[in-house]
């Protein structure tokens, strides 16, 4: 238990240090980056509140590439960890405006929107953006189990 509390110790410190430099240097390259990091500590610490707001602060702090995308992602698993489904679909819908069929995250983005949809009660939602998934990536490796979802929600056997 000895090494879970210098963990958890550890964390705790890295979050304070993330603070005092975005605070101290919230003007510079590095801010979006430091508030994303910051993001992920508070998110593994269950602050998601903190978290979403690290996020959000990378996104304003004019985070770009690959950090504005996890950042924005990162909204989105905060308001989902919080079963406020409504909140996550909107945050997933922004992100996947975003991104294009041909970005690294745009796979990703697609099913953390359909989960939502699903979770949130929108089944017919679901199956559309699971269904646009395999039209606009065809050649998914996921495609049995987007498959397997888009049937079970049609409460089909898949």
């Known amino acids: 238990m ?4 210098s963990f958890h110790q550890a964390r705790q ?12 240097h919230g003007r510079t390259a590095a801010a979006p980056v430091a508030a994303y990091q910051l993001g992920n500590l508070q998110y ?4 998601y509140a903190a ?12 985070a770009s590439g690959s950090v504005r995308t996890l950042a924005a992602s990162g909204v989105g698993y905060t308001w989902e960890a919080q079963k406020n489904y409504a909140n996550a679909v909107t945050a997933y819908e922004a992100l996947v405006r975003q991104e294009s069929p041909k970005q690294f995250f745009f796979e990703e ?21 699971y269904e646009r998934l395999l039209k606009d990536m065809p050649d998914t490796r996921r ?3 987007v498959r397997a979802k888009i049937a079970e929600l049609q409460g089909k056997r898949p």
């Open 44 to 47: 593994q610490s269950g602050d």
């Open 13 to 24: 410190r890295a979050i304070a240090s993330l603070q005092q430099v975005l605070a101290q």
């Open 51 to 62: 978290a979403r707001g690290a996020y959000e602060l990378a996104l304003a702090k004019g």
């Open 2 to 5: 000895a090494s879970s509390w």
């Open 143 to 145: 495609a049995p189990d």
């Open 109 to 129: 983005a697609l099913l953390d929107l359909a989960r939502v949809q699903a979770l949130a009660g929108k089944p017919t939602d679901a199956v559309a953006t």
